[in-house]
């Protein structure tokens, strides 16, 4: 497994990748964009789709979608049925290039990362690509009206690694995470810190990244994610399963829709007051408590998005006032 653990390459073998579009500013279409990133000094590419009707007055979804390993923007946002879908759909999706092509977006720590590793990379290269993607997430949402209570963050191989570290490190931004054949190496304990719901996805033929590596993270997930889904494709393998496979992207962006139903149905739930709840490692976020059950809590943000989370994950003051919660709420009428 260390092996192939070398080869997170998401498609390399992509041929209608192979040639990058000019910039350009048309609705539908694919754009190549730049910004100036000042602490890695140079500019960095992102690749941005903005649908046809999208209209300033109106928020839209947004969906930050990380490539693998020796892979692309230009090529992630092109696996077939993405920009498809986020036509139909009225999504926005932006891919970050994560600094290169071998960042790991943080997932592996702030320094170099142990697989891909070229001379010349930087010595914080984990550090600068997991800011890269909040820059260029801060970059689509300054310029675009983003429904902050809609943004979606989904990767694969590399980017599923990314996706879990991401989704935990900055966990009050996202609505859903979808990691797709995902490459993290992690303790499953960070699935302390995710909030969101989330979509597994993978393939039991892959053997880049085999499932034998992901389905205890899966087991894990159900145990401490009420909102999540694990999907495992029979002759799934690492590639075309997930870039040549529209029918799959369908289902990703139909959970990403779904939960934005599950957080609109909430919002006709008893308004509790606000507070500052706080996990074990210190991060924190104003919200609400929506319900309890067994040894979970949902809590509900201002904005109405809504997250179930184990008791345990959260300061030892802060299960103190969930069971004080659950006992005025057993003694009302």
Same mark, same amino acid.
């Given at each position: 497994m260390k092996g192939a653990l070398t080869l997170f390459v998401c498609g390399l073998v992509l041929a209608s990748c192979t040639g990058l579009l000019p910039a350009q500013g048309d609705l539908g279409e694919i754009q190549k964009r730049s910004y100036s990133f000042k602490e890695a000094g140079k500019d960095i590419e992102y690749a941005l789709y903005v649908p046809s009707g999208y209209k300033k007055a109106k928020p839209v979804p947004l969906l930050v979608l990380l490539h693998g390993l020796g892979s692309n923007p230009q090529q992630v946002i092109r696996y077939q049925g993405v920009t498809a879908e986020a036509e139909k759909r009225g999504y926005i999706v932006v891919a970050p290039f994560g600094y290169n092509e071998r960042g790991w977006y943080g997932s592996q720590g702030k320094g170099k990362g142990r697989f891909g590793v070229r001379a010349g990379d930087p010595e914080n290269l984990g550090e600068l690509s997991e800011k890269d993607v909040l820059?260029? /997430?801060?970059?689509?949402?300054?310029?675009?009206?983003?429904?902050? #209570?809609? !943004?979606? /963050?989904?990767?694969? #191989?590399? =980017? =599923?690694? =990314?996706? !879990?570290?991401?989704?935990?490190?900055?966990?009050? !931004?996202?609505?859903? /995470?979808?990691?797709m054949s995902p490459a993290y190496m992690g303790s499953h304990d960070i699935l302390e810190k995710i909030m969101a719901p989330m979509m597994v996805v993978t393939g039991d033929k892959d053997t880049t990244v085999p499932v034998q590596m992901v389905r205890p993270f899966a087991r894990r997930m159900k145990e401490t994610n009420s909102k999540h889904v694990y999907k495992e494709i029979v002759g799934g393998n690492h590639g075309t399963t997930f870039y040549r496979n529209p029918k799959l992207i369908a289902e990703v962006f139909d959970f990403l829709d779904d939960c934005s139903l599950q957080v609109e149905e909430g919002d006709a739930l008893p308004q509790e007051p606000l507070r500052i709840f706080t996990n074990k490692s210190g991060r924190k976020i104003e919200a609400r408590i929506v319900s309890s059950e067994g040894t979970k809590v949902t809590i509900a943000r201002k904005d109405g998005k809504a997250f179930t989370i184990a008791l345990s994950s959260l300061s030892e003051a802060d299960q103190d006032y969930i069971q004080t919660w659950i006992a005025e709420s057993a003694t009302e009428p």
């Open positions: 820059n260029v /997430l801060g970059i689509v949402r300054k310029e675009f009206n983003v429904n902050s #209570s809609r !943004i979606y /963050l989904a990767g694969h #191989s590399m =980017g =599923g690694g =990314g996706t !879990i570290h991401l989704g935990a490190a900055y966990s009050d !931004i996202w609505a859903a /995470l979808v990691p």
